[in-house]
């Protein structure tokens, strides 16, 4: 059985270089000598939406690091062949981020853009939620003092990013920005703390009025 931290030493590996390639996509806009700060504004301007795919994505990274690290924390003792071939996959996704990352960049309002960055996304939280699925199965793999609430937990937030990313694939028929602000909600949710509780708290209250 591979012992799990070569594995997270591995993913954060990828997840650095990852992370690091997408500003290497925009590029310092050219200008001719003399030129102003007025034309140099209205260039740097016009890469708002290379800037805007690369703060989105590179919190959807930042999202999907912590969820990696936290399943491996919190849930994975040891790791098997599947969860290690899961994760090799997981990360074959992850480093597709900086070209869909580009194509929403360079086309924002394209829907065939805007749909193969979602898949991207979807695809990464499918296997992702595999990989627990998998843990889940096989029992020698989870620590032993896992909640039934804590797994209710990891299974909610896991699915959040591939469901918002399907809608946004949806939007980006008709509404471009609704797409990026579905993209992102996912990244909201789960960075800061306390939200799930929070949700539940409030659904509790819900069923105890009535």
């Known amino acids: 059985m591979m012992n799990k931290f070569r594995l997270e030493a591995l993913s954060d590996g990828v997840f650095a270089i990852v992370m690091t390639l997408l500003i290497i996509e925009i590029h310092v806009p050219h200008l001719d000598h003399g030129a ?9 301007w016009a890469m708002w939406p290379l800037f805007r795919s690369y703060y989105l994505s590179f919190l959807i990274l930042g999202m999907y690091w912590i969820s990696h690290h936290a399943m491996f924390h919190m849930y994975i003792k040891h790791v098997n062949r599947i969860l290690v071939l899961l994760n090799i996959l997981f990360l074959c996704f992850i480093s597709l981020i900086p070209f869909s990352t580009h194509l929403i960049g360079e086309y924002p309002k394209n829907e065939v853009a805007i749909a193969v960055y979602g898949f991207n996304v979807i695809l990464i939280g499918v296997v992702q939620w595999a990989m627990l699925v998998v843990g889940l199965r096989d029992k020698t793999v989870l620590h032993e003092d896992l909640s039934l609430r804590l797994i209710v937990q990891g299974a909610v937030r896991l699915s959040l990013t591939p469901i918002f990313a399907a809608f ?17 909600f996912p990244v909201i949710f789960n960075i800061i703390p306390g939200t799930l509780n929070a949700v539940e708290h409030v659904f509790t209250k819900i069923f105890r009025r009535r």
């Open 36 to 44: 102003g700060g007025g034309e140099l504004r209205e260039k740097l």
């Open 168 to 184: 946004g694939i949806i939007a980006g028929f008709s509404h471009s920005n609704l797409s990026f602000f579905l993209f992102a």
